[in-house]
Every structure is written in structure tokens, then in C-alpha cells.
Nanobody, 118 residues
Framework: QVQLVESGGGLVQTGGSLRLSCAAS????????MGWYRQAPGKQRELVAF???????YYTDSVKGRFTISRDNAKNTVYLQMNSLKPEETAVYYC????????????WGQGTQVTVSS
């Protein structure tokens, strides 16, 4: 099994920056895609960004140019650098790892709160 530990959330003013980290441990063999989702109150969880094992990246349109996702394979850690944050980005941010061994399945972190004050 893969376990995920997130860190880096908090309170920031509009226009500020935060860096989220998510460290994977356990049965890390087979980890392919690592990414971040977020869920605002009353809204569905949405994909923010992911990076695959070949370091190809995807960003949802609203964060392009402001967020950067990266991974350190030696540390089994994925990062999300968030700049120019907006109040509407206040949400719980969840780390997601897709594991592909015999079958493909997702593992989720516990979530970290990001609050952007106006």
C-alpha cells in the first residue's frame, strides 16, 4: 500500500504564494502519475495539476502560468508551487497518486486546507 503525507497548506493573502508537498511511502513501486486536486465548500473535487513518470505535466486552465507542479523521485515527493493565489482558490487540496502494478488505482492524501483572504 501507498501512504501519502501532505504539508504546506495555510492562510495567505490574495496574490500570495504557498508550496504544497506530498510525500509517498510504502509500496511506491508502480507509482505513475502524481497530482493535486482541490475541493471548495459546496463544490465538486477538481483536478488542479498532475505530473507523470515521464515528467509530462497537465494544468487546469485556471492555474496555468501561476502554479507549477514538480516531483522528486528520489524523495517520492510531489510539489505544487502556487503563486498569485486568488480567494476563489480557497479549498482543501488533496494529493493524488495513481499506482499501476497489476491494476491501476488511486491513492489519496488526507487533504490540506488552503485559505486565500481578500
Amino acid at each position: 500500500q501507498v501512504q501519502l503525507v501532505e504539508s504546506g497548506g495555510g492562510l495567505v493573502q490574495t496574490g500570495g504564494s504557498l508550496r504544497l508537498s506530498c510525500a509517498a511511502s510504502g509500496s511506491i513501486f508502480g507509482i505513475n502519475r502524481m497530482g493535486w486536486y482541490r475541493q471548495a465548500p459546496g463544490k465538486q473535487r477538481e483536478l488542479v495539476a498532475f505530473i507523470d513518470s515521464g515528467r509530462s505535466t497537465y494544468y487546469t486552465d485556471s492555474v496555468k502560468g501561476r502554479f507549477t507542479i514538480s516531483r522528486d523521485n528520489a524523495k517520492n515527493t510531489v510539489y505544487l508551487q502556487m503563486n498569485s493565489l486568488k480567494p476563489e482558490e480557497t479549498a482543501v487540496y488533496y494529493c493524488n497518486v495513481r499506482v499501476a502494478v497489476v491494476a491501476e488505482y488511486d491513492v489519496w492524501g488526507q487533504g490540506t486546507q488552503v485559505t486565500v483572504s481578500s
